[in-house]
């Protein structure tokens, strides 16, 4: 059993920066991608960032150049840094595995982050 806990979330002001973290704990086959999403409120649910088990990544245009998504795999954690934070960046962020083989999505709680202007 998969299970992912996220932590790192919280009220910070415009420009200010936080850095999340994710631990994913169970059994987890290699090629995976782990990724964090996001949602606002009444908004859908959106990919934020992306990083292969490689260390390739990916970002929304929204967040180019001010979050950085890394991982250790040997303690199986993903981190986020958000730098230069926007009031827009308010959202519940969650921690995604995507496993390859076989095709499977696991999810984390989400942890709340608000930026004020």
């Known amino acids: 059993q998969v299970q992912l806990v996220e932590s790192g979330g919280g009220l910070v002001q415009a420009g200010g920066s936080l850095r999340l973290s994710c631990v994913a704990s169970?059994?987890?086959?290699?090629?995976?991608?782990m990724n964090w999403y996001r949602q606002a409120p009444g908004k859908q649910r959106e990919l934020v960032a992306t990083i292969a088990y490689g260390d390739s990544t990916n970002y929304a245009d929204s967040v180019k150049g001010r979050f950085t998504i890394s991982r250790d795999n040997g303690k199986n954690t993903v981190y986020l840094q958000m730098n230069s934070l926007k009031p827009e960046d308010t959202a519940v962020y969650y921690c995604?595995?995507?496993?390859?083989?076989?095709?499977?999505?696991?999810w984390g709680q989400g942890t709340q982050v608000t930026v004020s202007s």
């Open positions: 169970g059994s987890i086959p290699r090629l995976n991608f």
């Open positions: 995604n595995l995507q496993i390859i083989l076989p095709p499977t999505n696991y």
